[in-house]
């Protein structure tokens, strides 16, 4: 591409940036634990397997014909909680001090993140009068009212929307959700329809709709698990997946019948058709830039032909669907540049028009040359490389950093490497630390000094912290059966004491294993799953 047709193309997006009245809108479709391969949509048009041949999203498939997919888009991490915390604030999960689901080591340290600016702060700061609204699943401690937004879901006194959010109506009385609303998908997507009804068109905006979706337990309606029933098999289908409903186990429907799978993601890509139709009416939908995506990599798997997936840094755990459309975005466009969730709060300063400064110590780079330009496009990030640090206790501790074509692995306990070449062998299959020494040293360089540099978590302390917290809940579980058991009579209330004993020694034994499991995890050089059992 020529500096002259460049210059050309700047000035048409730059024009129909500022053509229009007001600033643009963003709607943020994030989804939890969406696989890479899990919708119908080619993330990369070079791999077959980046599509599923059947899930059906029909509405991603139009957001994606008038928009970029992101063959190379990365969730901050391989878990729900730290890439939650990284998307609204702009850093790494490393730099954020929340690495892993139940980080004993930040729970011991009683991090905070209220004072980090979000999003909606970036949004507000630019003084546009942007209003935002975050409906569904959180991040974990920090309600979304603390950080900015101005609508938000979150009813359950001072708890932040979590998992059981997606499957019960309320903590404390743990009532199913109705049949009507498997994973609140229906109720949220109600909830940013009406949102998107007062203010599209009004007011620029902010609409966050973060999906339950497709977390397990695995929920959807059964008139659309009976269409997909109807409809060719997948070649990842089995005839168990064909069974009438009440032959299939529990085990299965809670995470593997792919025919509930297929529906739950069909019906949340309706949600969102929905929503396209209401900024259609208010004639803001050319106003709207719509990013999709996801948390972590898919649970349920295969992720096309990603290796592994949820929980693990290979690439099937952190490449995630990705797409953006809006004012200005190539159409039909596949941009292969690395990118990640990080990047979303530069990216939206960026194309908010904000003349307010970015906050300080953001790891992200702005995504708007690549939504220009696509591949012929840069991100520039005040750091090297994406650096994936994950120094977890219940499963293999890495550090991982992607630059450029190579990604490069560290196991946390025995120092071993790995160097893969990820964009010719995106399976992972070839490690090229033989004959690639001084590749895997220069990336290793880059990612020790940045983890230095902001004090990531080490894993000894992590494991340390997660004794810890045994400890402190075997002392809690005995105290509490004291307690309880202080005024009863051991005559007359024998069989409530006996329970109230039952419960202690079941939740001793538990500890005790959870303790085997840490010691397991701390003595193994495993790099993927569960390490191998001791004898």
Not at 12 to 36: A, T
Not at 175 to 195: C, E, G, N, Q
Not at 240 to 265: C, E, F, G, H, V
Not at 430 to 449: G, P
Request: with cysteine; hydrophobic share 35%.
């Amino acid at each position: 591409m020529t500096r002259a047709t460049t210059l050309i193309l700047f000035i048409l997006f730059s024009v129909c940036l500022l053509g229009r009245e007001g600033p643009p809108n963003f709607l943020v479709i994030y989804m939890d634990d969406l696989g890479w391969a899990d919708t119908s949509v080619r993330m990369m048009d070079s791999e077959p397997d980046s599509r599923s041949d059947f899930y059906r999203t029909p509405n991603l498939e139009k957001l994606a014909a008038r928009g970029m997919r992101f063959s190379n888009g990365y969730a901050p991490a391989p878990t729900c909680t730290p890439s939650r915390k990284s998307i609204q604030f702009g850093k790494t999960p490393a730099r954020l001090g929340y690495t892993f689901v139940h980080d004993v080591l930040a729970i011991k340290r009683g991090l905070s993140w209220a004072e980090e600016a979000s999003l909606a702060d970036v949004l507000k700061a630019s003084d546009q009068n942007y209003v935002t609204a975050h409906f569904g699943k959180g991040m974990g401690k920090e309600q979304m009212k603390t950080i900015g937004y101005d609508a938000h879901d979150e009813f359950d006194g001072r708890a932040s929307n979590g998992n059981f959010h997606g499957d019960y109506v309320d903590l404390k009385s743990r009532r199913p959700l109705p049949a009507d609303d498997p994973k609140r998908i229906y109720s949220l997507t109600a909830r940013s329809v009406d949102f998107l009804g007062k203010h599209a068109g009004k007011r620029p905006f902010l609409l966050m709709v973060s999906h339950y979706a497709v977390h397990v337990p695995h929920q959807a309606t059964p008139a659309v698990i009976e269409r997909y029933r109807k409809l060719p098999r997948g070649k990842y289908l089995t005839d168990a997946d064909y069974l009438p409903p009440n032959q299939i186990s529990k085990a299965r429907k809670t995470s593997a019948w792919r025919l509930q799978y297929a529906a739950m993601i069909d019906e949340v890509d309706a949600g969102m058709g929905k929503m396209m139709e209401v900024l259609e009416k208010s004639g803001e939908l050319e106003n709207t830039y719509v990013i999709y995506t996801s948390d972590n990599g898919g649970g349920l798997g295969p992720n096309g032909p990603l290796s592994w997936g949820k929980a693990q840094l290979f690439e099937g755990g952190l490449r995630v669907p990705w797409v953006v459309a809006g004012p200005g975005v190539k159409a039909g466009a596949q941009c292969d540049v690395p990118v990640v969730q990080w990047d979303l709060l530069p990216t939206l300063h960026d194309l908010s028009g904000s003349k307010a400064p970015l906050p300080k110590n953001l790891d992200g780079g702005s995504l708007r040359d690549l939504l220009l330009k696509g591949n012929a496009g840069k991100v520039i990030r005040p750091v090297e490389g994406l650096i994936f640090h994950y120094p977890c206790y219940f499963a293999p501790p890495l550090s991982v950093i992607r630059l450029g074509d190579h990604k490069l692995m560290r196991h946390l306990l025995t120092g071993e490497r790995r160097l893969y070449d990820v964009v010719k062998d995106p399976a992972e299959e070839t490690n090229l630390i033989r004959s690639m020494r001084s590749k895997a040293d220069q990336l290793d360089s880059v990612m020790k000094k940045y983890l230095e540099d902001i004090g990531a978590e080490d894993v000894g302390e992590v494991y340390q912290a997660r004794l810890e917290e045994l400890d402190l809940f075997e002392v809690r579980a005995k105290e509490n059966f004291r307690k309880k058991t202080r005024d009863l009579d051991p005559k007359k209330d024998a069989a409530e004491v006996a329970r109230l004993k039952a419960k202690l020694q079941a939740d001793l034994e538990r500890f005790a294993r959870n303790r085997v499991e840490v010691d397991l995890n701390r003595n193994s050089s495993h790099w993927a799953g569960s390490p191998p059992k001791s004898n």
